[in-house]
């Protein structure tokens, strides 16, 4: 049995796989510091010397966690994306599940503050700006700063998520209330919120400030000038 990642289902995986998934969901539903190794051997029916064998330690099977979270996330996104999936209800229902776990995730574990979750942050940033130059090259002027707005953004909903739950009166961790947050995503990225014209007025205003910047550094400081005098 195997997942639409083409992963297999828990009662088949190996056990390394199995500490693994078993972290990423007492993560996902207690945070990093609750999901303790004792915890976690025993949701995954292991030992835990296996668990040190595997892994070595804690921040390890954390990092291995954060792996496979973002490569799941990756995997579901270019199939829904690049392959067509998205208009697929039958694709999306299926994938639903590991989303939600995969969200519930990154929220407890990117706003720890441990060089973890900079790490992780970074990666996301990397693979976006990747993307971004791969499927859209040429369309932004920083593509950097770009794929860093739009990580900040999507991974600010998920740290955001008790205050989204309470204006919208729904868990967006559970299905439903995750697809209403979904849909509203949707018009949000396919209805821009500046015209053409207006976006091009803040691009000009933009540059002559960035250009007037330039100026003022490259200008000698006011008592170099009077001493000049």
């Known amino acids: 049995m195997t997942t639409v990642t083409g992963e297999l289902a828990f009662e088949d995986l190996t056990a390394r796989a199995r500490i693994r998934d078993a972290a990423l969901r007492l993560i996902a539903d207690h945070g990093v510091e609750a999901a ?50 998205v208009a697929n209800v039958s694709f999306m229902a299926a994938a639903h599940p590991t989303l939600l776990l995969i969200f519930r995730y990154f929220a407890r574990s990117m706003v720890d503050g441990s060089p ?22 040429g369309d932004f002027d920083d593509p950097r700063a770009y794929a860093a707005i739009l990580v900040a953004m999507e991974t600010g909903l998920l740290a955001m998520h008790e205050q989204l739950s309470r204006v919208l009166d729904a868990d967006v961790f559970s299905p439903e209330g995750h697809l209403r947050m979904s849909r509203a995503k949707v018009d949000f990225y396919s209805h821009p919120l500046l015209s053409a014209d207006t976006a091009a007025g803040a691009r000009s205003t933009l540059d002559e400030m960035q250009s007037r910047l330039a100026a003022a550094a490259a200008q000698p400081p006011a008592a170099d000038r009077k001493r000049r005098q």
């Open 116 to 137: 973890s979750a900079a790490a992780m942050f970074d990666e996301m940033v990397d693979l976006t700006e990747a993307w971004v130059n791969e499927h859209n090259p």
């Open 36 to 85: 303790t190794i004792r915890e976690i051997t025993r949701a995954a029916g292991v030992s835990g010397g296996l668990v040190r064998h595997h892994f070595g330690s804690k921040d390890d099977l954390r990092a291995a966690c954060d792996t496979y979270a973002l490569d799941q996330l990756v995997k579901i996104k270019e199939q829904a994306i690049l392959a067509g999936e």
